[in-house]
């Protein structure tokens, strides 16, 4: 059984347009994250929700835009994609400061 | 501000080699510490995990880290590389209250020669 699940797993797309990546826990996670992973690896965290509350918003472009219809979900949207979008994507949950568990990510690339 | 540092950017070692990953945070509280890889094109798994108790914590894979409050580090060990440990490594910590806001280290690239 996938504890956190993303999808899709590849995003290919030309500038300007917009996508969504969804993803879905069910280990009964109270938290969710949105994390982007650049060509170096570096990780930085972009959104966090607590029980369909939004808890963390770090310095993302208002292009990015997460929305939790519930606990189990944490859906990304991003509008006007750009060139330095591309990056791997990944969803993340915990029971509040527990370990976090991660999502298979999103390669998102942008032509 | 919260932050984690990770002093060895690339390492490079021989099967049967030990290892020890160097891991040094900055926050005044109390905190939850992690270690995890990333296997090439993989996602982060969970190697081990420190809340409280003994400071010498083990993970899967023969791997180890020992949390020094004094030094605000968490060192990961293992005493015997193989060709399989090559991969990405990442250190963590959250606080134990708040806005559960968890602060990576820039990670080490582990490759292991066989």
């Known amino acids: 059984d996938t504890a956190v699940s993303q999808t899709p797993k590849y995003l290919v797309t030309q500038m300007g347009n917009d996508k969504s990546i969804k993803c879905e826990q069910n280990?009964?996670?109270?938290?969710m994250y949105w994390y982007k992973q650049d060509s170096k690896k570096f990780l930085k965290i972009m959104f966090s929700?607590?029980?369909?509350?939004?808890?963390i918003n770090e310095t993302v472009p208002n292009r990015f835009s997460p929305k939790s219809p519930d606990k189990a979900h944490l859906n990304l949207h991003i509008n006007s994609l750009e060139l330095g979008d591309s990056a791997v994507y990944f969803c993340?949950?915990?029971?509040?400061?527990?370990?976090?568990?991660f999502g298979p990510g999103t390669r998102l690339t942008v032509l | 501000a919260q932050s984690v540092s990770q002093h060895n950017h690339h390492v490079i070692l021989s099967e049967a080699a030990s290892l020890e990953l160097g891991c040094n945070y900055s926050?005044?509280?109390?905190?939850?510490l992690f270690w995890y890889v990333q296997y090439p094109g993989q996602h982060l798994q969970l190697l081990l995990k420190?809340?409280?108790?003994?400071?010498l914590v083990k993970g899967i894979k023969g791997f180890e880290a020992e949390f020094i409050k004094s030094k605000f580090s968490f060192n990961l060990r293992k005493p015997s590389v193989q060709w399989s440990d090559t991969a990405e490594y990442f250190c963590?910590?959250?606080?134990?209250?708040?806005?559960?806001?968890?602060?990576f280290g820039t990670g080490t690239r582990l490759k292991v020669l066989a």
């Open positions: 993340a949950s915990s029971s509040q400061s527990r370990e976090q568990f």
């Open positions: 280990l009964g996670h109270d938290t």
């Open positions: 929700y607590n029980n369909k509350e939004l808890i």
């Open positions: 926050y005044g509280g109390t905190v939850n």
């Open positions: 420190y809340f409280s108790g003994d400071p």
């Open positions: 963590a910590v959250t606080p134990t209250s708040g806005t559960y806001k968890y602060i």
